[in-house]
């Protein structure tokens, strides 16, 4: 599930990265022929913006298993037993949280869907962006289940 969560975050990253350069140098090609060039990418801002949501959920689910960033201040100083115990609380609450993304997002979809609403620019339904949305922060809680059930605290140790 994490390695599907990465390449989602890679490719979207990847599209993103080509989106906002090829911009740039339309832009300027855009700026020196006076108006008369215009090769800008349809939409670049409004899909850069939902790629951004869409990387950012997919990277939480890609990174849980390889142990997320932690201050380790008070955590670190405790026995390895505490560490453990706080670790697996943590990722109950990712758990937890993850959960109730998925539901909002879900409701989303459902509403938007109904509603037939799409995207201001390119006009992509509203639904397959929330329906993507709540997939990831599936993920996010599944892996952060798994987490919950089988961490030995080693994930929380980083610094």
Known sequence: MEAACLLIA???LLYMVFVVGFNVLARIIFDFSDT???????GAIEQVSYLLGIIALA?????????????????GRLPSRWQ?????????GIFAFALVLCSLFYEDMIATFARGEATQDLRIPMFLIYGL???ECLALAVVALREALTND???????
């Open 10 to 12: 890679v490719l979207c």
């Open 36 to 42: 008369a060039i215009n090769l800008m990418i349809p």
């Open 59 to 75: 990277a939480l689910s890609a990174s849980m298993a390889q142990g997320m960033i932690a201050v380790d201040f008070v955590i």
């Open 84 to 92: 453990s115990l706080a670790a697996r609380f943590w990722f109950v």
């Open 133 to 135: 949305y709540a997939v």
């Open 153 to 159: 605290g080693q994930h929380a140790e980083l610094s």
